[in-house]
């Protein structure tokens, strides 16, 4: 069977092609599937984030053994490849939101959401690519060449009842939802930021990696992170595309939009792009820091299943999220920011379904704990329900507002007016702001506020 993901990782899995629950074709893939044992963890009701889908519907066959039962069935049909595209397969993955979830808390680590784009893919190879798929998928691409024209026609739809109708009716996207609008202008990088009274840079360089989501849609927070870190005491860099890039004007990207929807194709070709920007600084073993959770992580993990060579391994142990960074730096290297406390009330924090899974939660408190005297609770939840482009589905969107009610958006309302409301997910801060009309912050504004500009 021709797969469009790398499953060599695959290769010595301690199962071995004798066990039974390997079906007769698929190769690596097929044991990527066969590795759950049945432990039933993602039908669990309580802490964590797995299974979102179970957790709304109390379905069995929404859960990811149900998935795998399905998969297994369809390669176990032998050479048929029409067999991704069979009814049973479409309806078992139907409400999957790629959380990454059963990767870090099921037992045998299934990463559905690796198979899922796999599905995708073989699917996509046999039906073509929808034209919605098209659309959410090449979100890079579009605000990449076509940012003005693409902000025109968010806001005209988002303004317009018989807009949004007609994109509900043609393109299957939610009328009732708005879709998030791209900023007036993209993310410059600052030619003045605050700096603390001390030598330049004393903590060496550092490079930002400013992915689609801010710098087209909210680069306020990457300009946030560019003034922390300066007043840390590092020189920013921003990552650019390498000067021999085919687009050298366009932001580079982690891919995460094309994995999510199938095409492999398109992510790989971002890989590449990454690859070759950061070519030398993999070599100086230069920190590269990222803001949005879902991306910088794909980069760390998913990078790996595009076939792109040793490279990636090395890039990936120099990749950090913000709090990540600097919660190494305090830890390891004696960082010490001059921060001051924050007024209002204990804030509310709700954590991406990525951090959770890579275990990122620890060095966010940690980072939080740098601010004198922050205090905040951390709400206990699944998965905010918005996924990417999940949430903005016709067909998903009382799914999606249901997995947001299970826990989130109730504890967003019943949050004090003034309580600062932290979400580093892009999408996560959508879909709080939709379903309580409160807006979220990502933690590198929150650090921007608290930081002593004040003469040392």
Excluded at 14 to 29: E, R
Aim: one cysteine or more; aromatic letters at 6%.
């Amino acid at each position: 069977m021709k797969t469009f993901l790398d499953w060599s990782a695959y290769d010595t899995y301690g199962i071995g092609d004798a066990y039974s629950g390997i079906p007769a074709t698929g190769g690596n893939y097929a044991k990527a599937v066969a590795v759950c044992m049945h432990s039933r963890d993602c039908r669990n009701t309580g802490k964590g984030v797995m299974c979102p889908s179970y957790r709304i519907t109390g379905d069995k066959d929404h859960s990811t053994e149900a998935r795998v039962a399905a998969f297994k069935a369809a390669l176990n049909d032998g050479t048929d490849a029409n067999a991704f595209a069979a009814p049973r397969l479409d309806a078992a993955m139907d409400l999957c939101v790629s959380c990454k979830a059963c990767k870090k808390e099921c037992p045998s680590a299934v990463d559905m959401t690796l198979i899922k784009t796999e599905y995708l893919a073989q699917r996509h190879e046999i039906k073509g690519v929808p034209r919605r798929t098209r659309l959410f998928g090449g979100v890079p691409e579009w605000t990449g060449r076509h940012r003005r024209l693409l902000r025109l026609a968010i806001m005209l739809r988002n303004r317009s009842r018989l807009l949004t109708k007609a994109a509900e009716k043609l393109l299957g996207i939610s009328a009732r939802r708005a879709i998030p609008e791209p900023a007036p202008r993209p993310y410059a990088e600052p030619s003045a930021v605050p700096t603390p009274a001390h030598a330049p840079a004393p903590r060496g360089e550092v490079i930002l990696f400013v992915d689609t989501f801010c710098h087209h849609f909210e680069p306020e927070v990457a300009e946030a992170a560019h003034a922390v870190l300066t007043h840390a005491g590092y020189s920013v860099r921003i990552a650019q595309p390498d000067p021999a890039d085919a687009e050298p004007d366009r932001p580079l990207c982690c891919g995460r939009t094309y994995l999510t929807t199938g095409m492999v194709e398109k992510a790989r070709g971002e890989g590449q792009r990454v690859l070759a920007a950061f070519r030398k600084e993999i070599a100086a073993q230069t920190p590269i820091i990222g803001l949005e959770p879902s991306c910088l992580l794909s980069l760390r993990d998913e990078l790996y299943s595009l076939g792109l060579g040793p490279e990636v391994g090395a890039l990936g142990k120099q990749l950090f999220l913000l709090e990540e960074f600097l919660a190494r730096e305090h830890q390891n290297k004696g960082l010490r920011m001059r921060l001051k406390p924050l007024p209002g009330p204990k804030a509310v924090l709700h954590g991406h379904c990525h951090q959770k899974a890579f275990g990122v939660m620890k060095a966010t408190r940690k980072v939080l704990g740098f601010i004198p005297g922050f205090s905040y609770d951390i709400v206990e939840t699944s998965c905010c329900g918005m996924a990417g482009s999940f949430g903005l589905e016709a067909e998903h969107y009382d799914a999606s507002m249901q997995m947001a009610e299970l826990a989130l958006l109730p504890a967003m309302r019943a949050a004090p007016q003034d309580a600062p409301l932290i979400a580093n997910g892009f999408s996560c801060r959508h879909q709080i702001e939709h379903g309580s009309g409160r807006k979220a912050r990502h933690i590198a504004l929150l650090l921007r506020d608290a930081l002593d500009l004040t003469p040392a």
